[in-house]
């Protein structure tokens, strides 16, 4: 039996891969050899930072403590072509059910759904190379070597959905938190004011002999839940992942409300807060029929619903009847409906699969113009503008890369600046 006890269901973290090593300049050294070639050796590979679902877990709740996660970087590389130690990855526990999504884009990033999944969201910076790689045969002696590249590194928002079969809505003391204490072992908060249920609640169906399934107690709706009204966007999203509703209606009327009236409400919310979720299957579980405004408006009520293709179930939550008929039809039906997935059923939430970033972007600002991009930065990382060869690689790079064609045809003229993070400098055709 699994009871949610204590939900902590979004959080904001921030997460960044290791940076490679860096490649390092060397030269060999043995005895009765006067000049050795270079042997200078590769940084290591940056950790990774890969999320793992485990199944113990049920809350987002240690993400509100810690926020920064960074993966190991890789080490410099060493003399004698050794190269450096990769850094090792981080791994990062959710609870099933977790959505990563970007921060800015709000695109989904992972949908972490089954047990020991795995994904990488951050990749580790690649290891710089040592100057061994830049020999040639007219640079016999390369006195330079590049840096390692900067892991992937952004903020994400973690989203916890609830991971349940069947999911009960319906107004606030429409009766769910007494269906679901007395059909499973969970012992939600009850009482008779709006709003008991602030936290969902699960609780595990057992039907022995038969089958089981988990069940979820979804706070009360109410009108305008999804505009936000009564926390509605928080709760809502959590129906998404169930396979079955079980939308259970006071017939007896006891606030006040009419029973036919409160059914179109509900799924009219979640029409509007969702078509998919109007579109689920549900199984209506008209309550409170031991009660005598339960007994009279029952008949009405049930033949409205089943010309409409619902299948109505006359129970009491409080004393248990009906109660297992209901619980053995729904067994039933999520032996035959598909599984629910986030990504599957919102379309404008598709995962995100990054674009190739572009190498290099320029802005003028007065006379200067500002180089700027993640390559950029790399070459002038890994490059020492106080020797001569290391200038030389660094300036075929740039214009091979276009950025020197792309300069001149936003006008640059000589005596011009050219700031690349750090580094600036004239220029000069």
């Not at 270079?38 to 509100?64: A, S, Y």
């Not at 921060?103 to 999944?117: C, F, G, P, V, W």
């Not at 100057?131 to 390692?148: D, E, I, L, M, W």
Request: negative net charge; contains cysteine.
């Amino acid at each position: 039996m699994s009871v949610l006890l204590l939900f902590t269901d979004s959080a904001k973290i921030f997460v960044k891969a290791g940076d490679g090593g860096n490649g390092i300049v060397s030269f060999h050294r043995e005895k009765y050899v006067a000049a050795g070639g270079p042997d200078g050796g590769d940084g290591g590979r940056g950790g990774n930072v890969v999320f793992i679902v485990d199944e113990g877990l049920r809350t987002l709740i240690d993400f509100k403590y810690k926020r920064k996660y960074m993966a190991e970087s890789g080490e410099n590389g060493g003399a004698g072509n050794c190269s450096g130690k990769s850094g090792r990855d981080l791994v990062i526990k959710v609870p099933p059910g977790t959505i990563i999504k970007d921060e800015n884009t709000s695109h989904i990033l992972a949908d972490m759904t089954k047990s020991s999944q795995q994904v990488i969201l951050a990749k580790g910076g690649k290891g710089g190379a040592g100057n061994q790689h830049f020999a040639t045969s007219t640079r016999q002696v390369p006195s330079f070597a590049k840096n390692g590249d900067a892991g992937e590194e952004f903020s994400v928002i973690l989203e916890l959905k609830l991971l349940a079969d069947v999911g009960l809505v319906g107004f606030p003391n429409a009766g769910k938190s007494t269906i679901l204490s007395n059909s499973s072992a969970a012992k939600p908060k009850i009482a008779d004011y709006p709003f008991t249920t602030l936290e969902p609640n699960l609780g595990v169906v057992n039907l022995e002999g038969i089958t089981s399934f988990i069940i979820a107690d979804i706070p009360g709706l109410i009108e305008g839940a999804h505009e936000g009204v009564g926390l509605g966007h928080e709760f809502l999203k959590h129906i998404e992942r169930t396979k079955l509703l079980v939308h259970v209606v006071d017939v007896a009327a006891v606030d006040g409300r009419e029973p036919l009236k409160d059914f179109e409400v509900i799924n009219n919310e979640l029409k509007q807060y969702n078509p998919k979720l109007a579109e689920r299957m549900q199984v209506v579980a008209a309550n409170k029929v031991d009660l005598p405004r339960g007994k009279e408006n029952l008949p009405e009520f049930t033949n409205t619903l089943e010309k409409d293709g619902y299948k109505v179930f006359p129970i009491s939550a409080a004393t248990g009847s009906g109660m297992r008929e209901l619980m053995l039809y729904a067994a039933e039906m999520l032996s035959k409906l598909p599984d629910t997935f986030i990504t599957d059923d919102i379309e404008e939430e598709a995962v995100y699969v990054a674009a190739d970033e572009e190498p290099f972007n320029i802005r003028k600002e007065g006379k200067n113009y500002i180089v700027e991009g993640n390559w950029v930065r790399k070459i002038v990382g890994s490059t020492n503008f106080g020797i001569f060869e290391s200038s030389q690689y660094f300036q075929r790079a740039i214009r091979t890369k276009g950025i020197v064609d792309a300069l001149e045809k936003m006008g640059i003229n000589e005596g011009d600046t050219v700031k690349m993070y750090d580094f600036e400098f004239e220029y000069q055709r």
